[in-house]
């Protein structure tokens, strides 16, 4: 399985409900492909560097996940077909969670050797 990071903005007029649904509806689709989500964040309604479809404003979505490479192209028609995400970004993370954390764990192993 491959980590992957999606970043999208969904639309600020939303109710908290729906803005449910659509990540729910996100995730669905991750355990569709057998994915896993790792980590799912509502980073909350901020202020557009530009205008994007109208909106100056959006509600920012961040989920992380493992999937096969498949789960990309599902995703983004997804995405496409869904009127409350006005943009959206899927990022193949470098590491897995699993190690990321384990780097992390070992450098600060190092750090209180020093």
Known sequence: MTSYETLFIVRPDIDEEALNTVVTRVEDVVKATE???????????????????????????KVNFDAPPTVVGKLREHFRFNEDVIRELIVQQEYSQDERRGAEKDADA?????
């Open 35 to 61: 994915g896993t989500i790792l980590d799912s964040e509502i980073w909350g309604k901020r202020r557009l560097a530009y205008e994007v479809k109208k909106y100056t404003e959006g509600i920012y979505v």
């Open 110 to 114: 190092g750090d209180d050797e020093g």
